[in-house]
């Protein structure tokens, strides 16, 4: 059985870097099958693509994000990480790492449970 | 950039048909995907490639796309805790971009 699950900080500082980790199980993120994603939702809010990667490294990022995203992997980990730099209170909400499958279609067929990361002092 | 418009909630007495619309610009030349998303809970593809369903969604979920929108119908809309009662969200690649619509509030009555 496949899952996904974030972990990091639940608590970030404003203009502090914000860094969560996907932890891939059951399935590996160099299998080229897949695409890797994280997406955001405020609380009460709406979902929101930050980025995905792929198995050869290469990442596509949400151009309203894109000077502050990293996403990147780590294969010996099995393992994929967000980090968002310049934080402020907008950046609040919950961050789900997500598989995207079946190229060329890529539906989110696989989502992690989500983790809450709140932007304040 | 694209953009995906969905109403922001529709209401359906049980057992009657739900449609739940994302219109976008000619977004029939592109694949439309659905998920549900219950309180408290990640989203569940619900649809995927416009019109097809991911093993365990029930046959009561169908979807179409054409023109500058595309459809997802829930048939007999089913209330209570297993029910059907949820947010859903389309979304489309724009090129290298994912793009979710607003998401719509499905009540049912």
């Known amino acids: 059985q496949v899952q996904l699950q974030e972990s990091g900080p639940g608590l970030v500082k404003p203009s502090q870097t914000l860094s969560l980790t996907c932890s891939v199980s059951?399935?590996?993120?160099?299998?080229?099958?897949?695409?890797w994603n994280w997406i955001r939702q405020p609380a009460g809010g709406d979902l929101e693509w930050i980025g995905r990667i792929y198995h050869n490294g290469r990442p596509n990022y949400n151009p309203s994000l894109n000077s502050r995203v990293t996403i990147s992997t780590d294969t010996s980990k099995n393992e994929f990480s967000l980090k968002l730099n310049s934080v402020t209170a907008a950046d609040t909400a919950i961050y789900y790492c997500?598989?995207?499958?079946?190229?060329?279609?890529?539906?989110?067929?696989?989502w992690g449970r989500g983790t809450l990361v709140t932007v304040s002092s | 950039s694209y953009e995906l418009t969905q109403p922001l909630s529709v209401s359906v007495a049980q057992g009657q048909t739900a449609r739940i619309t994302c219109g976008g610009s000619?977004?029939?030349?592109?694949?439309v995907h659905w998920y549900q998303q219950k309180a408290g809970q990640a989203p569940v593809l619900v649809m995927y490639r416009d019109s097809k369903r991911p093993s365990g969604i029930p046959e009561r979920f169908s979807g179409s796309n054409s023109g500058n929108t595309a459809t997802l119908t829930i048939s007999r809309a089913q209330g209570g805790d297993d029910g059907d009662e949820a947010d859903y969200y389309c979304q489309v690649w724009d090129g290298n971009t994912g793009v979710f619509g607003g998401g719509t509030k499905l009540t049912v009555l």
């Open positions: 059951g399935d590996s993120i160099s299998s080229g099958t897949s695409y």
């Open positions: 997500a598989r995207a499958d079946t190229s060329p279609f890529w539906y989110f067929t696989l």
């Open positions: 000619y977004i029939q030349s592109k694949y």
